[in-house]
């Protein structure tokens, strides 16, 4: 079923490539929060810019995201961007627990926020559905839902 609402969303909203869109996290050096790479090299396709296209669950169902782009730079670095600001970043590292939900558990941990966005809790599931299409779930039956498209690969 969460596949097939994935599909759903993926032929509704047909998103064109943003090209000239550029980096969020430039000013963050590799090493901010980890010295080494935080993910195995099946994960690595996790990192680059995400155009966010909708997000679902609870009572509520479908909904338009409250925030624009979801960047994921190499060594654990994100940052959420609305209205071209960044308005949240910190680190995301993977999370040991025995996974319940589709994708991989990971441990979301936000250094600065404007409290503006807060829809990431502190344990997600991420998965790759496709090379270009990202799915992120907070793992709970009736809990929030998140679908992005890439718009450029590893920054």
Do not use: H
Not at 101 to 116: A, K, M, R
Request: glycine share 8%.
């Amino acid at each position: 079923m969460r596949r097939l609402i994935i599909v759903l969303l993926l032929v509704i909203f047909s998103c064109s490539k943003e090209e000239n869109i550029t980096s969020y996290l430039d000013s963050f050096a590799a090493n901010t929060y980890f010295e080494e790479e935080v993910f195995s090299d099946n994960y690595l396709g996790f990192y680059g810019l995400w155009k966010a296209l909708g997000s679902w669950g609870g009572w509520s169902g479908y909904s338009e995201p409250t925030f624009d782009f979801l960047e994921i730079k190499p060594y654990g670095i994100y940052g959420i961007i609305k209205n071209n600001i960044l308005v949240e970043y910190g680190n995301i590292s993977p999370n040991n627990i025995t996974p319940s939900f589709p994708g991989l558990p990971v441990i979301i941990n936000p250094q600065y926020s404007t409290g503006e966005i807060t829809v990431f809790r502190s344990n997600m599931y991420f998965e790759l559905v496709r090379p270009d299409t990202l799915s992120i779930a907070d793992g709970l039956i009736d809990g929030r839902q998140f679908i992005f498209s890439r718009i450029k690969n590893k920054t």
